[in-house]
């Protein structure tokens, strides 16, 4: 029985709910992440976003009307144009499904959609276009050969020219490969038509790609492979997101990894549709109504576009893109210093347990079972995907890292830090916070919180004391990503801290000894962290040229446990490891600077 696709997602928590027991015994404790219900949300809503991307894109750029004379039938000449939107998204859609990296991401498929807009713009007949190429407003980069067309997008659209550049050329290849269509040799010849006045450097122009009559051959050849991969890998039929409807989930964003259900109702009959209709059967696909500007260029003279979930992570990842890939991947000449002048030099310790972390963070296991074992079949690109935002994560951690290190020290009025930058918790937090932001920026599908938790080996609590203080110490921080963290503290506060295993519970039987019995009983008590050679072995961490790990293994601990698991044995909190601070023996506790008193505090009896 087919069922509405929002419905669907709003009755499956409560069906997991009901039903969890039970398929907990047919399948397993971890029935619900095999299912990867959370990933199909998030694929679900980057696709609704590059949808209602794509119709808003197409409404500025080409016209919905050939302009031909009246005594040809209007309704063929819509049809046309109709056609020419459904092949840049059938084209976008075959691109994501083989071009896309395992690790499937909003940024990712974004250029990838702006790829598709450049093969459009130079091949759709110029009659077509609801712009004026050589106006300076539309397309502002410019050379003396011609407006720069992938610069021009690149501002417009906000993706890297990079970026962009390899994704045209993902486009191009699968242009030559599945349409068989042969790249125009004559650069001049093509320079009459659709590139007149555009510089053909770094493009590729296939000669008559767009004509009535192949392109009619390339929507048929672009559905069966589309249709092809949608049987082999059982996904949502995603054609429909580029109909009419403005989005078939209203305003759903995602927001600390949940979903956002609006509860407008609209038209989902088609969502679940066969994938396997064909061409003749199904009706086209319906691009957006236009309404010309009064000059006729609604691309150059349209306003800014509202803010959606495609915007909003474009414009984080170019905040990410010029301020932080820039930075060194080593700590800073003024960071070594702070960490040297510890009462032991903490630099390798540091730099051992971020590459290790981080490490088992951004790994293939990270990325669910299906996209695990899509990543060791693919080649080495994803990998190159992952070491980027490993080093993303990095720099990002080194930058507020140091900016902490620079207020303590004011407020302390000297360079020792030792009981921070010797606090293993305090710097698992932070490393989690920094990649839970690039994971962000990026709208990974397969990766999202809490799976940082689980990696990091720290719990919601922990989590939920470093956020005030990351965002107060990056001041050129997104808008959005500090949303993003301040929905991620409310969550963790609200619902997650307070879950069975949560260190929470080892703050409060320090400051409510009364209930050190209950909370025994109840088996609350967070267990300790992983050790970080666990972590590296678990997850089959190299160090590279970094120094040897100075850390020991616990014993007994060959498995790399959740902290999130109840710890079942009774212990001594006040003399665990784990919640010890060697601030105490230097100053007392109510003078300790915000930051060391919060990771402080399990230590202190009241």
């Given at each position: 029985m087919l069922c509405r696709i929002v419905d669907f997602f709003k009755e499956m928590p409560q069906f997991c709910i009901k039903v969890g027991f039970i398929l907990t015994g047919l399948y397993g404790s971890d029935w619900e992440k095999r299912l990867e219900l959370q990933e199909l949300q998030a694929n679900l809503v980057h696709l609704c976003s590059l949808g209602r991307h794509y119709r808003r894109a197409y409404q500025e750029l080409f016209l919905l009307n050939d302009g031909k004379p009246a005594n040809n039938s209007s309704e063929l000449n819509v049809q046309q144009a109709s056609e020419y939107y459904d092949f840049g998204w059938l084209l976008f859609l075959v691109l994501r499904n083989q071009a896309s990296s395992a690790v499937k991401n909003l940024l990712t498929s974004t250029t990838e959609l702006v790829s598709v807009l450049a093969v459009l713009i130079i091949h759709i007949p110029v009659r077509l276009r609801n712009f004026s190429i050589e106006d300076s407003s539309c397309f502002a980069k410019k050379s003396d050969k011609g407006v720069n067309l992938i610069a021009s997008l690149c501002e417009r659209y906000l993706t890297s020219e990079d970026e962009l550049s390899k994704a045209l050329q993902k486009t191009n290849i699968l242009i030559k490969d599945i349409l068989k269509k042969k790249p125009c040799s004559d650069v001049s010849e093509c320079q009459q038509g659709s590139l007149s006045f555009i510089d053909p450097e770094g493009l590729t122009f296939f000669k008559n790609f767009l004509e009535e009559d192949s392109l009619k051959s390339s929507l048929q050849v672009l559905e069966k492979e589309y249709v092809n991969g949608l049987d082999t890998k059982g996904e949502l039929d995603a054609r429909m997101f580029a109909n009419e409807e403005d989005?078939?989930?209203?305003?759903?964003?995602?927001?600390?990894?949940?979903?956002?259900?609006?509860?407008?109702?609209?038209?989902?009959?088609?969502?679940?549709?066969?994938?396997?209709?064909?061409?003749?059967?199904?009706?086209?696909?319906?691009?957006?109504?236009?309404?010309?500007?009064?000059?006729?260029?609604?691309?150059?003279?349209?306003?800014?576009?509202?803010?959606?979930?495609?915007?909003?992570?474009?414009?984080?990842?170019?905040?990410?893109?010029?301020?932080?890939?820039?930075?060194?991947?080593?700590?800073?000449?003024?960071?070594?210093?702070?960490?040297?002048?510890?009462?032991?030099?903490?630099?390798?310790?540091?730099?051992?347990?971020?590459?290790?972390?981080?490490?088992?963070?951004?790994?293939?296991?990270?990325?669910?079972?299906?996209?695990?074992?899509?990543?060791?079949?693919?080649?080495?690109?994803?990998?190159?995907?992952?070491?980027?935002?490993?080093?993303?994560?990095?720099?990002?951690?080194?930058?507020?890292?140091?900016?902490?290190?620079?207020?303590?020290?004011?407020?302390?009025?000297?360079?020792?830090?030792?009981?921070?930058?010797?606090?293993?918790?305090?710097?698992?937090?932070?490393?989690?916070?920094?990649?839970?932001?690039?994971?962000?920026?990026?709208?990974?599908?397969?990766?999202?919180?809490?799976?940082?938790?689980?990696?990091?080996?720290?719990?919601?609590?922990?989590?939920?004391?470093?956020?005030?203080?990351?965002?107060?110490?990056?001041?050129?921080?997104?808008?959005?990503?500090?949303?993003?963290?301040?929905?991620?503290?409310?969550?963790?506060?609200?619902?997650?801290?307070?879950?069975?295993?949560?260190?929470?519970?080892?703050?409060?039987?320090?400051?409510?000894?009364?209930?050190?019995?209950?909370?025994?009983?109840?088996?609350?008590?967070?267990?300790?962290?992983?050790?970080?050679?666990?972590?590296?072995?678990?997850?089959?961490?190299?160090?590279?040229?970094?120094?040897?790990?100075?850390?020991?293994?616990?014993?007994?601990?060959?498995?790399?446990?959740?902290?999130?698991?109840?710890?079942?044995?009774?212990?001594?909190?006040?003399?665990?490891?784990?919640?010890?601070?060697?601030?105490?023996?230097?100053?007392?506790?109510?003078?300790?600077?915000?930051?060391?008193?919060?990771?402080?505090?399990?230590?202190?009896?009241?």
């Open positions: 989005s078939l989930l209203g305003s759903g964003s995602l927001s600390g990894g949940a979903l956002k259900l609006p509860g407008t109702k609209r038209k989902y009959d088609d969502v679940m549709a066969s994938p396997t209709k064909s061409t003749a059967s199904r009706a086209p696909m319906s691009p957006p109504r236009f309404c010309p500007s009064p000059n006729g260029n609604s691309f150059c003279n349209s306003k800014m576009a509202p803010f959606t979930p495609v915007s909003t992570a474009m414009t984080t990842a170019k905040w990410l893109r010029s301020a932080i890939s820039p930075l060194p991947s080593k700590p800073s000449g003024e960071l070594l210093r702070f960490f040297s002048a510890c009462d032991k030099d903490v630099t390798d310790d540091i730099t051992c347990r971020a590459a290790i972390i981080l490490g088992a963070i951004f790994t293939g296991s990270s990325f669910g079972e299906r996209m695990c074992t899509s990543l060791r079949n693919t080649s080495g690109m994803d990998a190159i995907w992952t070491e980027q935002r490993k080093m993303e994560a990095l720099k990002l951690y080194y930058r507020v890292l140091e900016s902490m290190c620079r207020a303590e020290s004011q407020i302390l009025s000297g360079s020792n830090l030792t009981s921070l930058l010797s606090n293993e918790r305090f710097h698992r937090c932070m490393i989690a916070c920094s990649a839970e932001l690039v994971l962000a920026t990026h709208k990974t599908v397969t990766m999202m919180f809490p799976a940082v938790l689980e990696k990091t080996g720290i719990t919601a609590f922990d989590l939920s004391k470093v956020i005030e203080s990351f965002v107060r110490h990056e001041d050129s921080l997104p808008r959005e990503l500090k949303r993003h963290l301040n929905s991620l503290e409310e969550r963790l506060l609200e619902s997650m801290a307070w879950e069975k295993g949560s260190s929470m519970y080892n703050s409060l039987i320090v400051a409510r000894p009364t209930l050190s019995a209950e909370i025994n009983r109840l088996g609350l008590l967070a267990e300790p962290m992983p050790s970080l050679d666990a972590i590296a072995v678990h997850h089959d961490i190299s160090l590279g040229g970094l120094p040897p790990l100075p850390f020991h293994k616990q014993p007994d601990k060959d498995e790399v446990r959740s902290p999130k698991r109840a710890c079942t044995e009774r212990r001594n909190v006040l003399v665990d490891n784990s919640f010890r601070s060697p601030v105490k023996d230097v100053i007392k506790s109510k003078f300790l600077p915000p930051l060391q008193s919060a990771f402080a505090r399990f230590d202190i009896s009241s």
